[in-house]
């Protein structure tokens, strides 16, 4: 795949000859390689009561499917295709990151999700790893052999991440580190985590600094209840860091910096975020306009009355919004502009967008909306989500007011 070049020409919502090509060998690839697969599982897949465990955990069959379809992704050459070609990505822009993010999202709520990196992928934090961390860590989970997790988020310290209160303290060419890191996605099945600690006091380093991201392997951390959130069963779970030593070459990046380094990549995972939103809300809006020009109610379809079609109507307007927002952040993150307000702004349109459509879709569907049968309420489960993670609604207005110098 070449990379394109979306500043080259100014902003464009073009859909270019390179972009259809992609789209449609994501649509070939999620037709030959994750359908069948959600075929094969049947209820196993589709019945939430039998996908998980007791505890939460994702059954073995289901976690099979998910590792095929990264690897068999990875192979095809969608899975990490943002990341720079020397290290086996693609190099695309984030324009076609973006649209490809969207694109597999608008598939809806099934295994398609798994096609392209995420939480569990590599980021371009990783792209900081010296050579030997390249080869041991960085190559593998760009082929999906392994897979990652970024272990930041505490019991108490989420949104306020530099009060963390895990500790890595050095003791010769070792680092000591001890601490309870809570919500990290992919902590159950995690080959490594990126686990940040405070290595200076910030009375000494500042706010900001006095962190460090180690790589630490799933041997050295214990895992321990599951964080089973609606929406996101089985894939979030507290870490343990019990007097667990890594070798001085296990420090991603420089000492005390972590946090600098997390944060220049923050746009990105609000693009990504974001654009899985606007893909999740057009699949609902689609099934939403399906349903209201077919069932009748009254002898006519419910779409004829406006209290539905008005609800559609509103939905599809918000989206629209939201993912012009999401080509211009694209389009300025490969403009090399700075992204503070407009990444802030994306991901509250985007995600607030998806819930209401999500709402509305369920509303629409009257009692098939809640059904399990019907995806509608996994996705009003996941909309709720996303207004948390990556940020929550309250931070993003934050951050918004604060580039108006109004806060």
Known sequence: MATQDASSSGVSFETTEEWRLI???????VEREVDPLEEELGETWSNPRRRHEADGRVVPEVREAIETIRKKSAEAGFYAMNLPEEVGGEGVSNVTWYRAKKHVASHGPGLSRHVLAGPEGPKPLLLGADEAQREAYLLPTVRAETSTGFAQTEPGAGSDSPN?????????DEWVINGTKQWITNAPDADFLQ???RTTPQEEAGRYGGITCFVVEADEYEVGSFNNAVGSVGTQAEVHLDDVRVPDDRVLGGVDEAFYDAMAFLSLGRMELGAEAVGNAEFLLDRGAEYAREREAFGEPIGTFQGVSHELA???AKVYAADAAGHKLAWKMDDGQQTVEDSSIFKWLSTQALWEV???TVQVHGASGLSEDNPFMDVLHYARILRVVEGTDEIQLNTIAKQMGVL
């Open 164 to 172: 963390m209160a895990t500790r890595a303290e050095r003791d010769g």
């Open 314 to 316: 509103a939905g599809r």
């Open 195 to 197: 686990v940040f600690a």
């Open 358 to 360: 999500a709402d509305a």
């Open 23 to 29: 789209e449609q060998s994501l649509d070939d690839f």
